[in-house]
């Protein structure tokens, strides 16, 4: 691998303080998934909007985080983790304070899709910085800990605060709390995390790939959450998955042929990869 080690020329004052810039970005990302979900009837009350319309409030943020998450992984292995995760942090903190004032339920839930490509961008990116800042190892694994429970408590976190922003300040506050924990996160970013490019800066993007697995996989969230509500055999529910097949069947033909796939399919091949992922989609499905 050729992209070199952060730890070996970072004091230990600032891996730590990264670890933290890290952390702080991943609870953001998690305690979002939650936090909206208590607020959903205030929001309901103030917009008039039915139960299935409110939900796009948090369907919205899964979908884009889930559609963008390779595509943004990519992006940091070619232009750099830094300039990707900063990027992320910006982007979710503008679209928490556009969610925070919407005059209406879709500029929300359009609101709320934005911040689901800022969470996609720093989560992935996020992990990254964090392989590259800790050796593998005893100290890596105590540091896995952390984040571990950082993300496990992030969703009961999310629906505390939820409902203690919703009763005492507002639904609104739901997302204007991410607001001053973003632009500190960027400013220390800015001043210590170390920048440099991607360890594939000197491969192109695979952009027809890119394309196809982010809208196939945005369909495949978008006919799923469908189908949650409205059963399999709505028009809403299978024309998205049915499409979503044939754009997934179409980024695998692409990426069998690209001279810098997005995703090598030997990686997808192999047994232990297959089978986590069959399990993971069968049990999204249920879920």
Known sequence: MSQTSMSVATPVSHIRLIFLLVMAAFFMDVIDASIVTVALPSIRTEFAA??????????????TVAGFLLLMGRAGDIYGQKKIFVAGLVIFSIA?????????????????????????????????????????????????????????????????????????LGWRWVMFINVPIGIVTVLLCMRYLPGGGGWLKNRPLD???????????ILLIYGLTNAAALGFASEWSFIPLISSALVLAAFVFIESRSKAPLMPLDFIRRGSVLTANTLALVLTSIV
Do not use: C
Not at 57 to 63: E, L, P, R, V
């Open 96 to 168: 928490s304070f556009t969610g925070g004032i919407a005059p209406s339920l879709l500029s929300l839930i359009v609101s709320r899709a934005v911040q689901g490509i800022g969470a996609a961008m720093t989560t992935v990116t996020a992990f990254a910085i964090f392989i590259r800042i800790f050796h593998e190892g005893p100290e890596r694994n105590k540091a896995l800990g952390y984040l571990v429970a950082v993300l496990s408590g992030g969703f009961a976190a999310g629906a505390v605060a939820g409902g203690a922003l919703t009763t005492f």
């Open 50 to 63: 039915s139960i299935p319309d409110s939900q796009w409030i948090y369907g919205a943020y899964a979908i």
């Open 207 to 217: 952009v027809p790939g890119a394309l196809t697995v982010t809208s196939g996989t």
